[in-house]
């Protein structure tokens, strides 16, 4: 018997087991348990996971998580896919507009945050003073609990945007041009084009895409804390930024690791869709 797979693979299966396997199942063990910070009282079974999945505010984050991830998704693809059609058959200038497009994605949510965060401030960013010259009342902005969510919305599809262009340019580049002639043959216009060729070839492209993004989306929480820090009441608090904020802040970390493996769970259920799509694709 060789040894030779065991040397090659054996690093990688170490920092997988430190950095993804021990944590995960560290955090389970630590469901089970009632903590006075991070010191282990006793173990409660499952009432922790009883207390989780009885509160209305666990739902209520649950119903935010769900609504940013599926905005900023259709944010996303809605904007990457226009870009990509329009920058498609540009040539040489659309090389060039998409270098400029790409510049978003570039940044770190840190930036991008920060960025945004002054565009709106209502006292003295450039959006509301747009809109007060405009004769539009800019409320409160990222202050006000109704257009929090919105504009975190915005923000995100803005900044991720660019990945779903330059997948569906890949895509779109690697189509059979005997696929669009034999539609034009047939007397087929621009939207025939795109619902039948188009869409019909890259849509498994954009499946995968779209599932990355929303992994993504579920535990992103940097543009969350440097822009309203979960509020205002609540209105922008996800499941990543709860966990996030209760182990920092909570007494029992008991009920934050529930939330903790719901998030692992969701992003399991995502990641078997994801290698499930892709196999096909690669197929």
């Given amino acids: 018997m060789t040894v030779a797979p065991y040397v090659w693979f054996g690093p990688a299966i170490l920092i997988l087991f430190l950095v993804t396997l021990y944590p995960s199942i560290f955090v389970t063990w630590l469901s089970f348990q009632k903590t006075r910070y991070y010191e282990l009282v006793g173990f409660v079974g499952l009432a922790n996971y009883a207390e989780v999945l009885g509160s209305s505010a666990f739902w209520d984050t649950t119903f935010v998580s769900m609504t940013y991830v599926v905005g900023s998704l259709a944010g996303a693809l809605i904007l990457g896919m226009a870009a990509a059609l329009v920058l498609n058959d540009a040539g040489r200038t659309g090389s060039v507009l998409r270098v400029f497009i790409l510049f978003p994605w570039t940044l770190s949510m840190s930036v991008v945050g920060s960025i945004w965060l002054w565009l709106l401030n209502p006292s003295f960013g450039p959006i509301p003073y747009l809109m007060q010259t405009l004769g539009l009342d800019p409320g409160l902005m990222l202050g006000d609990p109704g257009l929090a969510l919105p504009l975190i919305i915005f923000v995100t599809a803005w900044w991720s945007f660019p990945y779903v262009m330059v997948m569906a340019t890949a895509a779109m580049q ?38 990355t993004l929303s992994i993504m989306y579920l535990t992103l929480m940097t543009l969350i804390i440097v822009m309203t820090g979960g509020g205002p009441l609540g209105s922008t608090t996800t499941l990543s930024f709860e966990a996030f904020r209760g182990t920092i802040q909570a007494v029992n970390i008991g009920p934050t690791a529930v939330v903790s493996i719901v998030v692992l769970l969701i992003n399991v259920a995502l990641g078997a869709l994801y290698t499930r799509l892709s196999g096909r694709v690669t197929g």
Avoid: M, N
């Avoid at 043959?185 to 849509?203: A, C, E, H, N, S």
């Fill in 174 to 211: 690697s189509i059979p041009k005997e696929l669009y002639e034999a539609v034009e043959i047939d007397g087929g216009g621009p939207w025939i084009k795109f619902r039948y060729v188009t869409l019909t070839q890259i849509l498994p492209t954009l499946g995968s895409t779209a599932l």
